[in-house]
């Protein structure tokens, strides 16, 4: 069965690096997300991305957030200056067009220190 | 205020026994979506099923319903026949086509589900 795959699956950086956080969707989706989940906490939602472009962004997703579907299979989230609170579990996410089900990768755990 | 809100922080159920999960949710727009995610202590999040605000019927999957009561805006889960596997955390959501922030997902605090054997 198809799958989202996400690498790496553990990253750790200082405060101020940029980290860029990669997922490859399931290949016939169209829409994609990225979420957050800080440890114990409910899930955030980051951005959702159709059509090589942002359709939507929660406030969360501010100036220090990109997206980018660099290629025709990965889609990455940069964040350009980490802080201590961007550590959290970062999840992509993707579904297919006409359907309300969305795959979830197996997150991406992200300690900034 | 909340847009989602689960009041069961925990619940316990008796294997093979039904499970209702409470969801309540906070919009004013007409058109939402509603959706049960299960996480596992492996951390992956499985979709488990969906409601549309305009579905007249309750969305079912399997062993899971939605009981959708639509002038109470509430969304419980039900998981009948309660297995072991049914150990989770489970999340409620709602997609919420805000006017000034289109589609938005909201999710719930979670309600860690036991099934004691």
């Known amino acids: 069965e198809p799958e989202v795959t996400q690498t790496p699956s553990h990253q750790v950086t200082q405060m101020g690096q940029e980290v860029i956080l990669r997922c490859v969707p399931i290949s016939n989706h169209l829409y994609f997300y990225w979420y957050r989940q800080i440890l114990g906490q409910k899930v955030e939602f980051l951005v959702s991305f159709y059509n090589n472009e942002i359709s939507e962004k929660s406030e969360i997703f501010d100036d220090q957030f990109s997206v980018e579907r660099p290629d025709g299979s990965n889609f990455t989230l940069k964040i350009r200056s980490t802080k201590l609170e961007d550590s959290a579990m970062y999840f992509c996410?993707?579904?297919?067009?006409?359907?309300?089900?969305?795959?979830f990768g197996p997150g991406t755990r992200l300690t900034v220190t | 205020a909340q847009k989602i809100t689960q009041t069961q922080p925990g619940m316990f159920v008796q294997e093979k026994e039904a499970v209702t999960l409470d969801c309540t949710y906070d919009t004013s727009d007409q058109s939402y979506g509603l959706f049960w995610y299960k996480q596992p202590s492996s951390g992956e999040m499985i979709f488990l099923i969906y409601?549309?605000?305009?579905?007249?019927q309750n969305a079912t999957e399997g062993r899971y319903s939605l009981n959708f009561q639509k002038a109470r805006k509430s969304a419980n889960l039900v998981i009948s026949a309660s297995q072991l596997g049914d150990s989770a955390m489970y999340f409620c959501?709602?997609?919420?086509?805000?006017?000034?922030?289109?589609?938005?997902?909201?999710f719930g605090t979670g309600t860690s589900l036991t099934v004691i054997p």
């Open positions: 959501a709602m997609r919420d086509p805000g006017a000034d922030t289109g589609n938005q997902f909201y």
């Open positions: 409601q549309g605000s305009y579905d007249e």
């Open positions: 996410a993707s579904m297919r067009v006409r359907s309300h089900e969305q795959y």
